[in-house]
């Protein structure tokens, strides 16, 4: 799978219904084919006419963002963006019904006093995000965790923030099942996090 132009639709690494009943079907089909789909097809397009950048990997693009010319730099921006975070999202989900393990637990603790606060702080960070946008919870440079919300496609990637976990609050990430029931998909969501994908996450963000 390349990480530079021209860039592929990643396959999600479960069945399009494997998070019934709580994401549904048709809303993963939705948001995986035609929306993420979109994403790479608009990140292809944009760069297709600028051979110059097309060894540079997905990160590269984004963090130097700024160095694009002028003509493309929205368009990368927003569609990698895109890209980045979709990827993410898809691969931090799953049907393993598995549980953050002890070294997890301890780490939340640290941050948050307990899983409960965490879970707290984490749903009203995600309802607090106006119109679309992303809940994270990252690692921070020293060692702790923190949650934090981005706008649109923004990503971390230029904070000295790593994230370990993400929750797309669009509502097209939701609205086929939910409808404007944002509270409901996000508990709905805590049941198919997959905490051993975010573990491989807390290890690349240097926390375990
Ligand atoms: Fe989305």
Do not use: C
Not at 19 to 24: G, K, N, S
Not at 85 to 108: A, C, V, W
Not at 130 to 147: C, E, Q, T, V, Y
Request: net charge neutral; glycine share 6%.
């Amino acid at each position: 799978m390349n990480n530079h132009y021209p860039f592929e639709l990643i396959p999600l690494p479960y069945d399009y219904q494997a998070l019934e009943p709580y994401i549904d079907t048709q809303t993963m089909m939705v948001h995986h084919d035609g929306h993420l789909k979109t994403y790479v097809d608009n990140l292809n397009k944009a760069l297709r006419d600028y051979p110059k950048y097309h060894f540079w990997s997905l990160e590269k693009l984004l963090i130097n963002v700024d160095r694009l010319p002028g003509k493309i730099r929205t368009a990368v921006k927003n569609n990698g963006g895109g890209v980045y975070n979709h990827d993410f999202y898809f691969y931090i989900m799953g049907n393993t019904n598995n549980e953050p393990s002890q070294k997890m637990l301890r780490l939340i603790e640290n941050s948050f006093g307990s899983y409960n606060q965490f879970f707290t702080k984490f749903k009203e960070a995600a309802l607090s995000v106006f119109g679309s946008g992303w809940a994270i919870l990252a690692a921070d440079p020293n060692g702790g965790m923190r949650i934090v919300t981005i706008a649109n496609q923004d990503t971390l990637l230029r904070t000295r923030l790593f994230p370990i976990l993400s929750i797309d609050v669009w509502e097209h990430a939701y609205y086929l099942k939910h409808q404007n029931r944002r509270a409901d998909y996000i508990d709905d969501w805590f049941h198919v996090i997959d905490w051993r994908a975010v573990e491989d996450n807390l290890i690349a963000g240097r926390l375990l």
